[in-house]
C-alpha cells in the first residue's frame, strides 16, 4: 500500500533554514507528481508546491515563491522540501502527498505530516 | 487564483441524518473537484474526486455532484465515525486551492 513518511520537521529561528524529506514506498515513484501542502495550527490547508514525475516542472504558492524549493530524487524514492528564511507565518505541519497522475493538481495519498514551528 | 467558497463552516448533526455540504468555484472549473475527510490529527483521506467518483473503499454514503462552479457533498445517513472536518479542493488550475472546510459534530 502506498505509504509516504516525513521527516525533518523541528523548531528554527525565524531567518533559518529547513530541509524536509519524504520517503514514499508501495508505488512507482517515478511515475507520479508530488506534492506538499501545509496546515497551520488549528487552520484549513494550503497547498504549498508541486513537483512532476521526472522533477522538470515545478510549481509553488506565491507566498513561498524564492524562498522554498521543491526537489525529488526518483532513485532514493525521496521528495524533498528545501525552506529558506523561514517566517513564523510558514509554522504549520506540512504533508507530502501523491498525485494522481504524472503532471496533474490532484492530491490522493498523504503522509503523516511534519511539524515545523519558526519561533525565536 | 481560484477561490473556493464552502458552506457551512460547521455542523451538527444527529446519527442519520443526510448531510450536505456546499462547494463553490469562483469560476467554471469543470469536474475538477475533490473532497478530503480529515480526523482530528491525521493527515487528509480522499473521499471523492472528479466531483462525483467515490475512492474505492469508501462507503457508499458519501456522495458527491456538480460541475462548473456549484458543487454537493452528501452524507446519507451520517454515522458517528464521521465526525471530522470535511475540504473542498480545486485542480483545474495552479494554485490548487481548498475550500475553508466545514467542521462536522454529532448533537
Known amino acids: 500500500q502506498v505509504q509516504l513518511v516525513e521527516s525533518g520537521g523541528g523548531v528554527v529561528q525565524p531567518g533559518r533554514s529547513l530541509r524536509l524529506s519524504c520517503a514514499a514506498s508501495g508505488f512507482t515513484f517515478s511515475s507520479y507528481g508530488m506534492h506538499w501542502v501545509r496546515q497551520a495550527p488549528g487552520k484549513g490547508l494550503e497547498w504549498v508546491a508541486v513537483i512532476s514525475y521526472h522533477g522538470t516542472n515545478k510549481y509553488y504558492v506565491d507566498s513561498v515563491k524564492g524562498r522554498f524549493t521543491i526537489s525529488r530524487d526518483n532513485s532514493k524514492n525521496t521528495l524533498y522540501l528545501q525552506m529558506n528564511s523561514l517566517r513564523a507565518e510558514d509554522t504549520a505541519v506540512y504533508y507530502c502527498?501523491?498525485?494522481?497522475?504524472?503532471?496533474?493538481?490532484?492530491?490522493?495519498?498523504w503522509g503523516q505530516g511534519a511539524l515545523v514551528t519558526v519561533s525565536s | 487564483d481560484i477561490q473556493m467558497t464552502q458552506s457551512p463552516s460547521s455542523l451538527s448533526a444527529s446519527v442519520g441524518d443526510r448531510v450536505t455540504i456546499t462547494c463553490q468555484a469562483s469560476?467554471?472549473?469543470?469536474?475538477?473537484l475533490n473532497w478530503y475527510q480529515q480526523k482530528p490529527g491525521k493527515a487528509p483521506k480522499l473521499l471523492i474526486d472528479d466531483a462525483s467518483n467515490l475512492e474505492t473503499g469508501v462507503p457508499s454514503r458519501f456522495s458527491g455532484s456538480g460541475s462548473g462552479t456549484d458543487f454537493t457533498f452528501t452524507i446519507s445517513s451520517l454515522q458517528p465515525e464521521d465526525i471530522a472536518t470535511y475540504y473542498c479542493?480545486?485542480?483545474?488550475?495552479?494554485?490548487?486551492?481548498f475550500g475553508q472546510g466545514t467542521r462536522l459534530e454529532i448533537k
Open positions: 469560476q467554471d472549473i469543470s469536474n475538477y
Open positions: 479542493q480545486q485542480y483545474d488550475n495552479l494554485p490548487v486551492t
Open positions: 502527498a501523491k498525485d494522481r497522475g504524472l503532471t496533474g493538481y490532484s492530491p490522493d495519498y
